[in-house]
């Protein structure tokens, strides 16, 4: 069984996302979306949220996993029995950043690769960040993230009013 590792911290998860797992999917006969614990960063959602919106918005998606975890995401694939890494990319920036952290894990396990999936044109400009900004501002986020994402994030904006 060939297994794929989709990490990240998704935070929304965006349509970008989805588009890079649903196309994923489609080459390994299992996908598992690693949602990262990064305690650098101050998600808006919490990790039990972003594994339930995950969840439920690849729910129509048969040979996908949600799992989070924590530390290398090389030991998580190691654990999974993944050995591919899933990646997408935006941009050229995103390549060299994702290049550099594609040798760092191959150079950690020779046996742990990369596979890039290059960015639908029509996701090319989105970021979980990007979207958070726009909500944040009151601006129409739906071409953007699943209707059950912009649910969450009014629930979550009038939770805390």
Do not use: C, W
Request: zero cysteines.
């Amino acid at each position: 069984m060939k297994i794929g590792i989709y990490p990240g911290s998704f935070d929304p998860i965006t349509n970008g996302h989805l588009d890079v797992i649903r196309r994923s999917a489609a080459v390994f006969d299992k996908v598992v979306v690693g949602i990262l614990i990064n305690q650098s960063k101050k998600p808006m959602f919490t990790l039990e949220e972003r594994v339930k919106i995950v969840q439920e918005v690849t729910s129509q998606i048969p040979n996908v996993e949600v799992k989070a975890f924590s530390g290398l995401v090389v030991e998580f694939a190691r654990e999974q029995g993944a050995s591919v890494l899933i990646r997408g990319l935006r941009s050229n920036t995103d390549f060299e950043y994702e290049l550099q952290m594609a040798q760092i894990n191959h150079d950690i396990d020779k046996e742990i690769d990369t596979l890039f999936f290059a960015t639908d044109p029509r996701y090319s400009y989105i970021s979980s960040s990007a979207v958070k900004e726009l909500f944040m501002f009151h601006q129409e986020i739906g071409s953007y993230v699943p209707e059950y994402v912009v649910q969450k994030l009014k629930e979550k904006e009038t939770s805390h009013e």
